[in-house]
């Protein structure tokens, strides 16, 4: 029951909307993408780079939100405290809209040992230590809810697990749903949980 109750709870979390501008510029949203962020984060937002983020198919808000963050130090980032810091309103709404456009490459589980661990987290929770399902928010194959939870399929395991940790440690505080779950998840766990989503699709 108390599972139920922080999903419920979990799905009533606010969620920001993008800045009140014009329709996004998709063209000026490509171009921003290859002049400030192609280098780390890849062709069409498909990185390559274990450490950075997949953001192809992203939902775009979430991505204006963690921009936004990174600008005003609300998420601590040094490399991306420089490069929002450089982006108007206007040119993360247009990045962000371009971004959700490019189709993401599917990714793959690689620890076998692993992966049905992962799968029972991610699907199921842990009932008996009260840690939600991710499939809850970032539903059953990964693909999240628009405008409230990110879409996770295919990313870096090793980037999820550093963003796990770090809202475990609160050294990432930008999300206090994220902080009490990661709390909760030893390191096996949140190595398990990251493998298993790195493979959905």
């Known amino acids: 029951m108390k599972l139920l109750a922080s999903l419920l709870t979990a799905a009533a979390v606010a969620v920001p909307a993008l800045p009140a501008l014009a329709a996004p510029d998709l063209a000026k949203g490509q171009a921003t993408y290859e002049g400030v ?5 890849g062709e069409a ?9 997949v953001l192809a198919q ?16 609300k998420r601590a980032n040094a490399i991306m405290k420089g490069f929002s810091s450089m982006l108007t309103d206007e040119d993360m709404v247009n990045v962000s809209a371009w971004l959700a456009q490019q189709k993401a490459t599917p990714g793959m589980a690689t620890n076998k040992d692993l992966v049905a661990l992962g799968e ?5 929770g842990i009932q008996d230590r009260n840690i939600a399902a991710c499939a809850g928010c970032h539903s059953p194959n990964g693909v999240g809810i628009p405008a409230q939870y990110p ?3 295919g990313q870096h395991a090793q980037y999820t697990v550093t963003q ?3 809202f ?5 505080a930008n999300s206090q749903q994220m902080m009490d779950v990661a709390a909760k998840l030893n390191d096996k766990e949140i190595q398990a949980v990251s493998d298993y989503i790195a493979g959905l699709r």
């Not at 937002?45 to 983020?53: D, H, I, Q, R, T």
């Not at 475990?168 to 990432?172: H, L, P």
Request: glycine share 6%; charged share 30%; net charge positive.
């Open 37 to 41: 962020c192609v280098a780390c984060h």
């Open 45 to 53: 937002g498909k990185s390559v780079l274990a450490e950075n983020p």
């Open 58 to 73: 992203q939902h775009p808000e979430y991505l204006v939100k963690q921009l936004q963050e990174f600008k005003s130090d």
């Open 120 to 124: 029972r987290i991610f699907r199921g």
């Open 151 to 153: 879409r996770l399929s």
């Open 164 to 166: 796990l940790k770090a």
């Open 168 to 172: 475990r440690d609160g050294s990432r």
